[in-house]
């Protein structure tokens, strides 16, 4: 077996070595010792927070392969080719593969020459190959993208649902089903279709600071999307859009603007979207104009914003399409253009669907969505909110935060609100109580017999779109909660009860006509510090040479946030360069004298600019 080291390595060490990093990010370190003690694990961790290290590090301290199952050629490739230039022997075996090559690939399993096979789920459970593992030592099985299993799920892929069975073939492996976007119903979904009953559970907050929300109404939606792209020159990004149509509109528009955009989506030929993604990873394309064909398994860390030109279907799709902006930690933005007939149109792709359960569902879901779009709360705590996660205090780093609406005294609007959801049985859904607060006659109240409730009519001074503003809000601060398996009825939670007693007050938002609130936050500000920008740059050109050299994506070499932290801290030999995160040893020994020769190059020049420029004055 090819391990990194010793399978008594401590596991510190492995990650300074391999990947470059001093410390464990939250729950990492006990997730690692979990499923080298052979124990099975459920993650959920955002992206970026550092998922793909739960496993791979594990399967270098167990002896065998371990086996990572991932839905997409394009992430397999990313995952393996980024292990290979940290002296991992990774490989992956799918349909992409010449038969010599996937020849290659099984004898190397077989000799015990891999740490990690990344294979596809419909290409693993076929009866051939889970019989050539019957004769391989497994270090553990890892299921990425788990999420795919569950028919609450935003993604549901059928060819996962087999995954299944992987307990009953290998009782005696460590199995860990990893995902970044799953609320409640999916989780409980995904441990009993995986069978993972007894598995340590690890929720990590799905908060990634380093991007700013922003919503727009809808308002010559072009405009607006050139106007924000004026103010992120040179860096990379994804722009979706819901159809193939558009997604072309879109790119050509932005070419004729002078701006380096290219389509992509799953009608164009498979050479085309596979070169317009190998330009975009490799730093020679600026923007990606995609349906949400695209992105799944982008490892690409740099890129800086996000832009959703129609609202998408769900907050799960939403949030996973918003984290591929600002992988690397540093700023990022995400950006919704919102309209009235964004919604028409999504809902009449969700009625398009013939099974009544998963059409509720996704009714239900784009429901949560409209209101993220149209919250007067702070974005983030929406979006937390909706995985089940409370904010404590508004995050500072979005366009409500940054330019908030007009707020009042609302104790008594929610107390109606509350009282109402309560009078009604906590069994309706948002319409059926705002109809009752505002003295609706129509044939559901009179047939239930609620127009003889206290609450019948106390809110007629208000509109529809007040009131469901007020609810919307007082779900996304935890007052109420929409119970997504009971046809998203409204309940109280126990956070409720002080403000229904008058015990407590509350302030809400105004409706009102958003507006971006402009911004600009530096890298500096991502907790790297001042750096010196010009090196930065003579860095990154040497990455990109080194990486053509070796015909991979840049960040394969370095991340940004590396070469920042290079431009910061100046290294001058080997031992100040492995203290700079995302440096380890075959790194190092890789490309450690280029990068040291163009540091201490700069510095002299500098210096002896600064003496001559001292002699001149």
Partial sequence: MTHAGPLTDDIHATLQRVYGYRAFRPHQQDIIEDLIAGRDVFVLMPTGGGKSLCYQLPALHRRGVA?????????????????QASGVAAAYYNSAMGAQQAREVLARMHAHELDLLYIAPERLMTPAFLERLADIDIALIAIDEAHCVSQWGHDFRPEYVQLGQLRRHFPGVPLAALT??????????????????????YLTSFDRPNIRYTVLEKHKPFDQLQRFLASHENEAGIIYALSRKRVEEIAEKLRAQGVDADAYHAGLPAAQRSRVQERF??????????????????????????????????????????????????????????????????????????????????????????????????????????FGERLEQDCGNCDVCLDPPERYDASEDARKALSCVYRVGQRFGVKHVVDVLRGADNERIRKLGHAQLSTYGIGADRSDHEWTSIIRQLIHQGYLLQDIASYSVLRLTPAARPLLRGEQELELARPRVKAVAKKKTSKAAAGQGPYDESLFEELRALRKRLAEQQGVPPYIVFGDATLIQMARDKPLDETQLLMVSGVGQTKLDRYGDEFLDAITAYCLADREGGTQQALNS
């Fill in 281 to 386: 990873l490799r730093d020679e394309l600026q923007v990606v104009v995609a349906t949400v064909a695209f992105g799944m398994g982008i490892d690409k860390p740099n890129v800086r914003f996000v832009v959703h030109y129609d609202m998408p279907k769900n907050i799960e799709g939403y949030y996973q399409e918003t984290g591929r902006a600002g992988r690397d930690g540093l700023p990022a933005e995400a950006l919704l253009l919102y309209g009235a007939q964004d919604v028409a149109t999504a809902r009449s792709l969700v009625e398009n669907n013939n099974n009544p359960e998963q059409r509720r569902i996704e009714v239900h879901k784009l429901n949560a969505m409209t209101g993220f779009a149209e919250s007067l709360a702070c974005r983030r705590r929406v979006v937390l909110g909706y």
């Fill in 67 to 83: 086996i990572v199952v991932s839905p997409l050629i394009s992430l397999m490739k990313d995952q393996v080719d980024a292990l």
């Fill in 180 to 201: 970044a976007t799953a609320d409640q119903q999916t989780r409980e979904d995904i441990v009993r279709v995986l069978g993972l009953g007894g598995a340590r559970r």
